[in-house]
């Protein structure tokens, strides 16, 4: 089947103002905040914006994560300034005394600090407008270095800035992400746009798939991820997911797309049903397309998993159409008394086999009444079932109105791993059901 490429990951750059074109611009991220180099928190803030800058063209050619220090702060932008024509730093823009990023741009650019009294205006109104009473250190917020462009931020304190030190353009937003997602897109990138940043359209499509490991698919389509090949296929592997991200580049959309569209009609060809979804998309929004499609519901029977399949699900809008319910029954006697499994048949084969499983999905598809009923157990870890069932054996069961089957495979990871991927196992199990493949 042939996918046009979604425009919402395409952007065209203007050519207006080409004085400030760069042949190969280079541009860098600094990410601020001893939490981020401490590892408490992930910088999530780096890879948005790179997504975000490669749309309008712009080759993000280093990340750099720099603690809450004036010193290496300096440092940090002074290489930066040095090496890329565009430097965008996220964070050190509020009120605390760590905060220390104006400071460090102002002395960067040798230059002194400034009231902005529009800036301060606005902070007075955020706090009058929460109730709050203002702390006379928020003033510093609305200091700035002498003539940098003041970015407004109507969703928080921080204002952005804006400004040119030596031959770089230089940013710095604030690192709440929504403050930052915002002022990005309505502020900052329309700038970088009239200045004459980028200058090319830059496709980025992604292709995700499950049930074969990264060398087999790989080996399917070698071809396409060789070194050098135009447009770059990438392929990448997170929790069992595979997925392939085609790198398109031309001067217009349209040739964008033509480049782009005949690689993603070879790899659906050459992958099949292995492939569920593009960019963002998980395996529950796959199965929940195809249970609206179908007009199909589902229950869900979970030992290993306990809940995580429901959970997924659930996180569909729209999930009460078809999500009957589900039983969490990771103790053998819920399975029996709770799902009617024999218990007989659990001291013949043991809760973790093949017959349980099967015997659990159309178990919770009776109780529930649901057209597809969905079980997983398994040994997620520490604990395994013996030499002959390690841990990471995992059962899908799946059941419907013409009959039942299992599925059976050995997971590898933690044991929060396992679960994660024993889920999705299950939830391709019911995509590949209601495909209609065997």
């Known amino acids: 089947m042939h996918h046009r490429c979604d425009n919402r990951y395409i952007a065209e750059v203007s050519t207006l103002d080409s004085h400030y074109r760069r042949p190969a611009m280079k541009a860098e991220i600094i990410s601020i905040g001893t939490e981020i ?27 750099t994560t720099v603690a809450d220090d004036l010193h290496d702060n300096l440092a940090a932008f002074r290489i930066a300034i040095g090496r890329a024509g565009l430097v965008i730093a996220t964070g050190g823009l509020g009120p605390t005394l760590d905060d220390l990023t104006r400071e460090a741009l102002a002395q960067v650019a040798s230059v002194e600090l400034e ?8 902070i007075q109104q955020l706090f009058t407008r929460r109730n709050r009473a203002l702390p006379e250190r928020n003033r510093v917020q609305a200091m700035f270095p002498v003539g940098a462009e003041v970015i407004p931020n109507p969703l928080g304190t921080a204002p952005g800035i804006l400004m040119k030190i030596g031959t770089s353009t230089v940013v710095a937003m604030p690192g709440v992400p929504s403050e930052m997602f915002a002022m990005f897109d309505n502020e900052i990138k329309p700038r970088l746009i009239a200045m004459g940043f980028g200058g090319e359209v830059i496709v980025q499509r992604k292709i995700n798939t499950f049930g074969a490991g990264e060398s087999a698919i790989e080996e399917k389509v070698s071809d396409l991820t060789r070194r050098g090949h135009v447009p770059e296929v990438g392929i990448t592997a997170s929790d069992a997911t595979i997925s ?3 790198f398109a580049r031309a001067p217009t959309i349209s040739e964008a797309e033509a480049v782009c569209a005949p690689i993603e009609k070879i790899i659906r060809e050459r992958l099949g049903n292995l492939v569920f979804g593009v960019e963002d998309e998980e395996l529950q929004n796959a199965v929940a397309r195809l249970l609206t499609e179908k007009r199909q519901t589902i229950a869900v029977a979970e030992s290993m998993t306990a809940g995580l399949v429901c959970n997924r ?58 057209d597809v009923g969905l ?21 899908v069961g799946l059941a419907w109105a013409g009959g039942s089957k299992t599925i059976h495979f050995n997971w590898n990871g933690t044991r929060t791993e396992i679960q994660s991927r024993a ?15 065997t």
């Open 115 to 122: 009231f902005h009294e529009d800036s301060w205006r606005h």
């Open 244 to 246: 392939l991200r085609i």
């Open 375 to 395: 079980s997983v157990v398994g040994f997620a870890g520490p604990d395994a079932g013996g030499p002959n069932q390690p841990i990471g054996t995992t059962f």
């Open 423 to 437: 889920a999705k196992m299950a939830l391709n199990a019911v995509r590949l059901h209601l495909l209609g493949t």
């Open 313 to 370: 699900l659930a996180q569909i809008p729209g999930a009460s159409g078809w999500l009957r319910g589900g039983v969490v029954c990771y103790g053998s006697r819920v399975k029996i008394e709770v799902l009617g499994v024999p218990e007989s048949m659990i001291q013949e084969h043991g809760a973790v086999s093949a017959p349980v499983a099967e015997r659990l999905a159309a178990a919770v598809r009776s109780v529930l009444r649901s």
């Open 37 to 63: 180099t401490s590892g408490q928190n992930l910088d999530t803030n780096c890879q948005w914006l790179s997504r975000r800058l490669a749309e309008l063209g712009i080759a993000v050619a280093f990340h």
